[in-house]
Structures are given as C-alpha cells and as structure tokens.
C-alpha cells in the first residue's frame, strides 16, 4: 500500500520541518527521519492505528510529539495532518473534503 499526502498536510509538513530546524540544526532531518518511519509502519499496518472518526486514524510518532493523521482507502493511505500533540484536537476535520 502506497501513502499519499494532501497538499495541507504536506505544507503542514514542511512548516514542521523548517520551524525544528530553526531552533537546532539537524532537528528538521531527524524529524523527516521519524516520519517516514511512521508512514512506513502504517503503510505496513494501516488499521494499527487509533480509531477517530469512522473513516480517520492516527498514529504517534516514535520521538516527536506528533501524530500521523489519515485515512485508510482501498489502495492507498491518504496523510491528513502531521498534527503536533498540543495543536487544538480535530483541526484536520475540514480536510477530509479534499479527498476524492
């Protein structure tokens, strides 16, 4: 199963990584290396992850307070958010109108 990202999660994304590397070089890598860890694991095993809604999951990062929010389809898992713990619960919901 492949992962798909929507364009606010991949923005989201990339704000996470420049804002982390601003406060310590290396921290944006190592944080890119913690999520492709996570995508891997759910791509693998994509009902592993805590049920929120009837269609959404997520899934914690290993070393970042961040989850994985998404969405398990037929052939693919489409990234919803890379939701930070303290961000404000289910701000993603409006995404879920992006995914065809």
Not at 29 to 55: C, I, N
């Amino acid at each position: 199963m492949r992962a798909r990202f929507l364009k606010s999660a991949e923005v989201e994304l990339e704000e996470a990584i420049t804002y982390l590397d601003q406060q310590r070089q290396g921290l944006g890598d190592r944080f890119e290396q913690d999520l492709e860890s996570t995508v891997k694991f759910v791509t693998a095993h994509p009902r592993s992850g805590k049920v929120l809604t009837e269609r959404v999951r997520k899934f914690p990062f290993r070393k970042f307070p961040y989850n994985l929010i998404y969405v398990v389809e037929v052939t693919e898992i489409i990234i919803v958010a890379v939701a930070h713990h303290r961000r404000r619960p289910e701000y993603w919901l409006g995404r879920l109108s992006e995914i065809r």
